[in-house]
């Protein structure tokens, strides 16, 4: 898989609902650009996972680096932008001290 870096910033309501999330979503495609640009883009569309957020905005870049260069396997992108939000759902959880399940089950599609 392409090492990928996830910063986000989350607005969210005291019920735990999300209300705003920007993801701005970096990929190692190493020395070439292979299909770095496919998986950027299957990553972004997946970003928001199975959730209703009714502010939500994701940007990319496609990194080329000195290290070799990587390749899609399995979920092309998406497992690890999904696993971006389910850490922003996390964190609201723990800062609003409420069981993560009910701050997926508020947000859910």
């Known amino acids: 898989r392409e090492p990928f870096r996830g910063e986000f910033k989350c607005a969210y309501e005291p019920n ?19 299909i770095t640009k496919e998986i950027m883009d299957r990553a972004l569309s997946h970003a928001h996972n199975a959730y209703h957020i009714p502010h939500f905005r994701a940007t990319g870049v496609c990194c080329e680096t000195n290290w070799y260069s990587f390749t899609a396997f399995r979920g092309f992108g998406a497992p690890q932008a999904m696993l971006v939000m389910e850490t922003a759902l996390e964190m609201v959880a723990d800062r609003l001290k409420m069981p993560v399940e009910a701050v997926r089950r508020v947000n859910l599609l």
């Not at 993801?23 to 190493?30: S, V």
């Open 16 to 34: 735990g609902k999300i209300s705003a999330f920007t993801l701005n979503a970096l990929i190692n495609g190493g020395h070439t650009a292979s």
